[in-house]
Structure formats: C-alpha cells, structure tokens
C-alpha cells in the first residue's frame, strides 16, 4: 500500500528562507508615518500602535515597553505586490506600490475620528527580483506569527472603496469602530454592534 506520507515536501521554507525573511524584517527600525520620501518598490509591511485608545492600550504598552527591535507588536500586517505578479507575467511593474499602499493606510487612518497618525509607526521589507516571489509567504508567515488585531479580530482595514452603485452593503468592523472614511459613511447596510466589537478584542487582549 502507498505511503503517501512519502511525498509530503518538508516546511523547508518556514525553516530557512521564510525564516530569514522574518529575522531580516524584524530587526527594521520604526518609521514615523506618513512617509515623506516617495520611492517604487515593493514589499511586506507593518503597522505599529503607540496610542491611548481605550481597546488597543494593551498592544501599545506592549510597543512602549519593546527594549529591542524584535519585541514589537505589529496591529496589522500587509503587503504590496508588484502589478503583473498575479498573472505570472515575466515582466512587472513595481512603480510606488509599497508607498502608495502605506499612503492609502495612513488617510484611513487620519480619516478615522477617533485615531492620530502621529500615533503609529511603520516598518517594512523591500523585495526585488526574484524575491518578490517570496512577498506573499512572508505576509502569510508574518500574521501566523503575530495574529495581529487588524488582521485577525477586527476585519476591514485594508478594504478600498466598495464602488458606485455597491453602498448597500454594511460598514466593517473596522469603520464601524473608527468613523470617518468617506466611502463608509456611504454605505448603508445594517450596522454591526460595537460593544460586541469591543468584546472581541478584549477576549483577543487576553492572549497577548
């Protein structure tokens, strides 16, 4: 009888390259958002939270206590791709995917009635080459690690405007915790509960 045990690839890249990855992106200093100088390349990046409000205190007293580079928390994790990589194109265009991803982030945001830019910090690795291949695994690896709250507990950070003739649909965790990003003003489906919201990331706050 087949053993198909036999054929199952080890996790070589969880052990070694993704693994350096990680080591590689975790020893990257904080940057202050927003950027200031644009640049065209793409990448694997952080968000990071140092503010007082009330649910995310937790991951920033973890943040203001961090005494190296690698004990900070990340509140969401993402990546920019460069355009053509999906479709396996030989050639792609990288422009300012990475800036303008981070750019996107910081006007949610600042949009946010509730949140300060001034209050979070970015960091990130740039992927060129042949490494952009690795953008995706190293993404994925990043919020096994962490589970960061934006990613994992409260959902509709990274969203972008749903479109013109689609504001039926209801505002997500995220806005309906942080008002303020015109887009989800318009949308007019039925309205989440924020203290079952709140409750969420207080059971999430429990683990960290």
Not at 141 to 160: D, E, K, M, T
Request: glycine share 4%.
């Amino acid at each position: 009888m087949l053993d198909y045990k036999e054929y199952v690839l080890p996790n070589i890249l969880q052990t070694s390259v993704i693994q350096q990855a990680i080591e590689f992106f975790t020893t990257r200093q904080m940057i202050d958002l927003p950027l200031i100088e644009p640049f065209s390349d793409a990448g694997v990046y952080a968000l990071y939270y140092f503010g007082t409000f009330k649910e995310y205190r937790p991951i920033a007293n973890i943040n203001k206590k961090a005494k190296s580079l690698t004990e900070y928390f990340p509140i969401y994790v993402g990546k920019a791709v460069p355009k053509g990589s999906r479709t396996a194109r030989t050639k792609t265009s990288v422009e300012q995917t990475l800036f303008k991803r981070l750019e996107e982030h910081t006007k949610s945001v600042d949009s946010a009635s509730n949140l300060d830019i001034k209050d979070f910090k970015c960091r990130f690795a740039i992927l060129r080459d042949n490494e952009v291949d690795l953008i995706v695994p190293l993404e994925a690896a990043l919020i096994r690690q962490y589970a960061p709250l934006w990613n994992s507990c409260v959902s509709g950070f990274g969203i972008h405007h749903p479109g013109s003739g689609r504001y039926a649909q209801k505002r997500s965790e995220w806005d309906t915790l942080h008002a303020g990003r015109y887009f989800a003003d318009k949308l007019t489906g039925k309205e989440l509960d924020l203290d079952e919201i709140k409750d969420k990331i207080s059971e999430y706050s429990k683990n960290l």
